[in-house]
């Protein structure tokens, strides 16, 4: 058992509302720069949907994730070194600026200065690209509230899957709102496909950072995430991506999108996992299987020898207690309410969602049925306007069980306390029904419902990996030896990163973390670099 410790997010899509306050706080703070305009870490579609980049669920055009070879090995979908290395320059998997949305503003200047005359100023959009004026076409909301219409919902991937079982009606589709950010995955594609070791994870919190110094701007990343969350920054040259808001996390407070969510609906937590499970899981064989595999990997922290591990590995005992009081275990391994996005892309996502419920209730009582009633809510679970098929799309690979045992959990705990509220007789059997107890089901909602700031957000204050909390007065996890950015080459392998050494005056130890691989790609041009060629053994006298 090698136990880390992971911060992870939970969203609750019963309570989203679509505001994009979450979007536009986060663009506010991290992409409002020159070069990132079209840039969104956080953004919210309206599912069914084309989402943001336009199609970016549809790996068979993008290539994004892994899959398994026909020895049963995992590999990225962009393929080996050397497919990579052959499309460096011209890479035919990587969405284009039409493919997010070009970026515009409006010509508010020509109101205030337009000479008088007959005919009333107007204010066209202009591309924040290049200054030309511009034909609005798309947009990283594009399909908010179904705006988008019939033909851009029939483009929506996973709907697509569905298209014999849901005829889309426009006048009768359904929809839900979507919040999206990195997934900070467990086994991160966008790691392992970057020719330079620039994308790295984090071993004291499992956030996935871009460091900046080595980015070269291949742009592997961002056909190698599945979620799209990699972004290309025009004007550095270099990829940028969601950051967790790390150095709020370091300092025990949420991400900026959690702080400002108007509808509350995330929750940040540790979670602890055997990373030796890891690339065990992701190899699962059917996609189906993939969510209990994960859930596989997720350890108990009231366990004494987890507990064991978890010290043995460095992690800190506030750390572990923050795990056992985390919001986001109780959700994806106590009540097995939230699910992850797309496990089929055999990341490992660490971003959870509970799935929605509203509708079915709604449902019910527009035909004249209680809406609260657990028999028909329990019995209009499989029925929902929201088809099972969709959700099970999202979250679970399209098995439709996990999905079904979620909501009808959901629709059990709005009947018990729907009776508590209206002081009638409780029953036992409702609890039961979905393997919970009266206790368990007041706790879950309290924990949706009435949890407070403390309860929603159980995020313990940063650590160096392998050791204390790191030397005093350190104002940064960067500025010290064995910080972020600087594990040594077991660290690196550890999450499928190489390192890089340079060519010449590499570190022989550093260099035995290749394992006889060559990366050309920081070679500064001179001289040979080591390991290109076999080394010559020296011939013993004679």
Known sequence: MRCMAQIAMVMNLDKCIGCHTCSVTCKQTWTNRTGTEYAWFNNVETRPGQGYPRGHEDQDRWKGGWRLDARGRLVPRTGGRARRLARLFANPELPSLQDYYEPWTYDYDNLISAPLGDDLPTARPRSLIDGRPTAVSWG???????????????????????????????????????????????????????????????????????????????????????????????TTGKAEKCTFCYPR?????????????????????????????????????????????????????????????????????????????????????????????????????????????????????????????????????????????????????????????????????????????????????????????????????????????????????????????????AGCSLDHDGGPGMYGPDAAVAFHTPPVPAAEDADPGARAGLRGRVNLLNWNGHGRPRGLFPERKAEPPR
Request: aromatic share 8%.
């Open 249 to 473: 996390v370091e300092a025990g407070e949420p991400t900026v999108c959690s702080e400002t969510c108007v509808g509350r609906l995330r929750y940040l937590g540790v979670m602890l996992y055997d990373a030796d499970k890891v690339g065990e899981a992701a190899a699962t064989p059917d996609e189906r299987d993939l969510y209990e595999a994960q859930l596989g990997c997720f350890l108990d922290p009231h366990d004494p020898e987890v507990v064991r591990a978890a010290e043995e590995s460095g992690i800190p005992h506030d750390w572990i207690s923050a795990a056992r009081r985390s919001p986001v275990r109780d959700f994806i391994t106590t009540y097995r309410i939230a699910l992850p996005l797309h496990p089929e892309y055999r990341t490992m996502p660490m971003v959870w969602y509970v799935p929605p419920l509203s509708p079915v209730v709604e449902a019910l009582a527009r035909s004249g049925h209680d809406g609260e009633d657990p028999a028909a809510l329990f019995g209009a679970i499989d029925s929902l306007r929201i088809p099972l098929g969709y959700l099970a799309g999202l979250f679970t690979a399209g098995d439709t069980a996990p999905v079904e045992a979620a909501l009808c959990r959901l629709a059990a705990m709005r009947a018990h306390m729907r009776a508590i509220n209206l002081g009638e007789e409780r029953d036992p059997a409702v609890a039961a029904a979905v393997g919970l107890d009266e206790r368990s089901i007041e706790a879950m909602y309290r924990l949706l419902a009435l949890a407070k700031y403390e309860e929603r957000y159980v995020i313990p204050t940063t650590y160096v990996a392998g050791g204390g909390d790191g030397p005093a007065g």
């Open 140 to 234: 990283p909301n594009w399909d908010d509230d179904l705006g988008g219409g019939p033909d851009h919902l029939a483009g929506d991937p996973v709907l697509r899957q569905l298209n014999e079982q849901v005829r889309l009606e426009y006048e009768q589709a359904f929809m839900f709102y979507l919040p999206r950010i990195c997934e900070h995955c467990l086994n991160p594609s966008c790691v392992a496909v970057c020719p330079s070791g620039a994308l790295y994870k984090r071993i004291e919190d499992g956030i996935v950072l871009v460091d900046q110094d080595r980015c070269r701007g291949w742009r592997m990343c961002v056909s190698g995430c599945p979620y799209k969350k990699v972004y290309f920054n025009h």
